[in-house]
C-alpha cells in the first residue's frame, strides 16, 4: 500500500468502502445498514452475530461479502452433534505411520457459524477459542489461524426447542449483535423480481487480504479527541447497575451492564466509522452510530423491565442522550 500518509489512506479507505457498497447491491437488496454494519465489524477487527428469522438471506449476505472481499469462505452448519474436532480439525494416521493434522473449516479468513445456539457448550467453547485467540489447540498442539479472520454467526431468535444459549462470555467475543429484520415492501418487490428470474449477477472483487489488514491497521492509527473518549467510557459506565456513574434506568431495570469490553468498541468502532465516512478522526456522533449493536448484547433486563415491555433500544437510546 503505496499512501503518502494516513489522511491519504483514509481517503483510499472511503472510495473502496463505497466500491463495495456499490458492489454488494448486486446480490443485496435493502439491508443496507446492516452491510455497513457487518463492513464496519470486519475493518474493526471484530465478529458479528447476525440475529434474524429464516429466510432473510443472512447466510446469503455473508457469502457475498466473502466474495467481493476475495477472502475464503467456509461455512459451519451447527448441529446438537457437533464436535469441536469436526470445526477445528482432527489428526489422522498416515500412510507412513505419522500423524498429520488436517485442518477443518476454521482455517478460513471468513467463518460463517449458522444456527450457532444450536450446538453444545464444549463445541461453542473451541469456537470461542478461535475467535479471542485467533489460534486453536488441537491435540496440545497450538495452530495459528491465518490473518483476517472473521466469524460471522446467525442465530434464530424464534425457535428456541433444542438450543443452547451463548454464554455471556463468548457474547462478549462478538463486536456487534445485528438485528436482521424483514425487508421494506419495496425491496421484497425486487428482491422477489430478481431471484424469481435467469437473473445472472456477476460479482467483482474489490479488496485484497492484505488490504484488509492494512486498514484495519490504519483505523487503530486513527486519532480519537479525550472527550470522545470519555463519552464512549462513560456509556458503557451508565449501564452498570448499582454503580457510581450508572444511569437511573439502569438501576430501575437491568440486571447488570457492560463491561470494558464494550467501551474499546465504541471507540474502535466509532473510528471505523468515520474512516469509512471520509473523516479523519472520530466524533460522539460516530459512536452514537456504533453503540446499539455493541451494546444490544451485553446489556440484560430485569423482570420488571420485561413486566413493563421497557426495550434494550430505549434504555439504551436515554444512555446516549
Do not use: C
Not at 470486519?42 to 440475529?51: A, M
Not at 480439525?89 to 500423524?99: K, P, Q
Not at 421494506?184 to 467483482?204: A, F, G
Amino acid at each position: 500500500m503505496n499512501f503518502k500518509n494516513d489522511v491519504e489512506a483514509v481517503d483510499a479507505l472511503k472510495v473502496r468502502y463505497e466500491a463495495f457498497l456499490n458492489e454488494i447491491k448486486k446480490a443485496i437488496y435493502g439491508q443496507d445498514d446492516i452491510v455497513k454494519q457487518v463492513l464496519i465489524s470486519i475493518f474493526s477487527d471484530g465478529h458479528t452475530l447476525l440475529v434474524g428469522v429464516p429466510g432473510l438471506a443472512k447466510t446469503m449476505l455473508v457469502n457475498t461479502i466473502s466474495q467481493v472481499l476475495g477472502l475464503e469462505y467456509k461455512r459451519i452448519q451447527f448441529t446438537p452433534d457437533l464436535m469441536p474436532s469436526d470445526i477445528i480439525g482432527t489428526e489422522i494416521l498416515s500412510e507412513t505411520r505419522e500423524f498429520k493434522f488436517i485442518k477443518g473449516p476454521l482455517f478460513a479468513n471468513i467463518v460463517l457459524a449458522d444456527e450457532i445456539n444450536r450446538t453444545p457448550p464444549k463445541t461453542q467453547a473451541a469456537l470461542l477459542e478461535a475467535m479471542q485467540e485467533r489460534a486453536v489447540t488441537a491435540a496440545g498442539k497450538r495452530y495459528v489461524l491465518d490473518k483476517p479472520f472473521f466469524v460471522l454467526a446467525t442465530q434464530n431468535p424464534i425457535e428456541q426447542e433444542g438450543t443452547y444459549p451463548l454464554p455471556e462470555a463468548q457474547l462478549d467475543r462478538f463486536m456487534f449483535n445485528v438485528w436482521v429484520d424483514y425487508p421494506k415492501i419495496e425491496d421484497e418487490y425486487t428482491i422477489v423480481r430478481n431471484t424469481t428470474s435467469n437473473t445472472n449477477i456477476q460479482l467483482n472483487k474489490v479488496m485484497s487480504a492484505e488490504e484488509i489488514i492494512y486498514f484495519q491497521q490504519l483505523t487503530r492509527r486513527i486519532p480519537v479527541n479525550d472527550s470522545v473518549l470519555e463519552y464512549a467510557v462513560k456509556v458503557a459506565a451508565k449501564s452498570r447497575p448499582n454503580t457510581p456513574h450508572a444511569h437511573a434506568l439502569a438501576n430501575q431495570y437491568l440486571e447488570w451492564g457492560a463491561g470494558p469490553r464494550a467501551s474499546q468498541y465504541l471507540v474502535i468502532g466509532a473510528k471505523t466509522h468515520a474512516a469509512l465516512n471520509g473523516k479523519y478522526a472520530p466524533d460522539i456522533e460516530d459512536v452514537k452510530a456504533v453503540a446499539m449493536p455493541i451494546l444490544r448484547h451485553r446489556i440484560v433486563r430485569n423482570y420488571k423491565a420485561e413486566a413493563e415491555g421497557i426495550s434494550l433500544e430505549h434504555i439504551i437510546n436515554e444512555f446516549l442522550k
